[in-house]
Structure formats: structure tokens, C-alpha cells
């Protein structure tokens, strides 16, 4: 079932998530690292030696960007649902790497149980808290070539299965979601709002007070922006990936 979620031949189950960022830091320690500049996860700028950012668009790779730095020394770690917010056009930043031969090292924590996370030579991720599947611990790395790579996940695969099982039905209860905050935000300044997400981002000018309002009223989460692993300008996230969907 997990292997028809990220189309590869190998999976290795790890305790954490940012062991598989380690691995491949590791692995990889000779290549140039090209990282989107927004929208990514903490550790990709903490493991690698040699990083080159990309330039994006609220955290959507810019690909003319991409065209002009990949080559085969490089590989591209890249969060394929930017931010929880927005999804990656991976197919044509895959074909743009291929062109180079530079690997695709797709981060799919946020994007399991979508075709976005089958994209990549690499696929990695976590279960942790407010995961797509959200286990609350491990994480997993997988590629269709063998890996050398240690697994030292402890975890219940009985639960895991479970969540795996219900990965569907939780991509429907986060559409329903965030398309009726985008929808009950409209009038206000929301980041790629046409884009498939989980969390809605939105701008804001002289009107903070009142997204944070909205929010409180209806018992949304919320951090605020700029953070890089949500936008570089002044934001509201409202984080419905931590929502508990069982509560309605």
C-alpha cells in the first residue's frame, strides 16, 4: 500500500524524518544542494555543505530560476507541497532536472496521498505530529535503487497501516476545509489561492488584526509571517494542518 503512494521499490522506516535530510546530506555531501527560499522545512539548510537557493514565488519553484543553476553536480531537495499551502509543479521540475541529470530528492511529508508525492529518485518524509499522516513519530526514505541506509523505526506498523488506509478520506476533510476558509476569506489577500493545499496563507496590510480574529473565532491555529517554512513576508498561516479532523 505505501509503495503505491510514492511509486518506488525500497522503503527504509526511520524514527525521525530528518534522519532521511541527514542521509542524504551524507550521501551526498559533494553536490551542490539547490533549495527553494521559502516554503521548505528547517533542516535543509542545517546538513548540507554547499547550498545554492532558488528563487520562488511564495515558495512555487521559479523554473526559469531552476533552468539557469541546475547541472549534474547539483541535486535539488525541494518540499513538494510548499509550505502545507501550495503544490509544486514536480513534473516539470523533474523533467527540468532530468534534462541536467541532477537528482530530485522530494520532501512528501506534507504531500502523501497526492501525485506530487510520487515524483522524485528520491522520496522522503515524516509521520509526525500534524503530518499528512500523522503518527505522531518515524518517518520513512525511498527510491527505486537500494539504499544504504539503517532502519531503526520501533513504531506500531499496525497504526501506521490505519492512517495509511484512511490517507484518503483525510485529503477530503483537508479540501472541504481549506476551501471553505479560502472561500470565507475571499475579499482578503490569500497566497496561491487557486493552488491544492492543506494550510491558507494570507497577506496582510493593514488588516492583521482582523485574519487573527477570524481566526480565533473559529479555533484556527495560526503562525505568523515572515518564517521560512511558510513565506518571507508578512503572513497569516492559519494551520489547519492541525486541525483534528475527528472533531467536527
Known amino acids: 500500500m505505501f509503495k503505491k503512494l510514492i511509486n518506488k521499490k525500497n522503503i527504509y522506516f526511520l524514527s525521525r524524518g530528518n534522519k532521511a535530510i ?34 520562488t514565488d511564495y515558495g512555487i519553484v521559479d523554473l526559469n530560476d531552476l533552468k539557469k543553476k541546475v547541472n549534474s553536480n547539483s541535486v535539488l531537495l525541494i518540499n513538494s507541497l510548499t509550505g502545507y499551502f501550495a503544490e509544486q509543479p514536480m513534473k516539470e521540475i523533474y523533467n527540468i532536472c532530468k534534462k541536467k541529470k541532477c537528482l530530485v530528492i522530494n520532501d512528501v511529508s506534507g504531500s502523501l496521498g497526492l501525485e506530487i508525492a510520487k515524483v522524485g529518485d528520491i522520496i522522503f518524509g515524516s509521520f509526525g505530529k500534524w503530518k499528512t499522516v500523522d503518527l505522531g513519530y518515524g518517518g520513512f526514505i525511498a527510491s527505486d535503487n537500494e539504499l544504504g541506509v539503517e532502519e531503526d523505526f520501533e513504531g506500531d506498523y499496525n497504526k501506521l497501516n490505519r492512517k495509511l488506509k484512511n490517507i484518503k478520506e483525510r485529503w477530503k476533510e483537508f ?48 503562525t505568523l509571517c515572515p518564517r521560512y517554512i511558510r513565506v518571507n513576508c508578512g503572513a497569516v498561516s492559519i494551520e489547519l494542518k492541525r486541525k483534528d479532523l475527528n472533531k467536527k
Open 22 to 55: 541527514k542521509f542524504i546530506s551524507k550521501e551526498f555531501k559533494d553536490k551542490t544542494f539547490l533549495i527553494q527560499d521559502q516554503g521548505g522545512w528547517i533542516t535543509y539548510y542545517q546538513y548540507p555543505k554547499k547550498i545554492i537557493k532558488l528563487k
Open 175 to 222: 479540501d472541504k476545509l481549506n476551501k471553505k476558509v479560502k472561500g470565507e476569506l475571499k475579499e482578503f489577500d490569500i497566497i496561491h489561492k487557486d493552488k491544492r493545499g492543506i494550510n491558507v496563507i494570507v497577506k496582510f496590510h493593514d488588516n492583521k488584526e482582523e485574519i487573527i480574529k477570524y481566526c480565533n473565532k473559529n479555533n484556527y491555529e495560526y
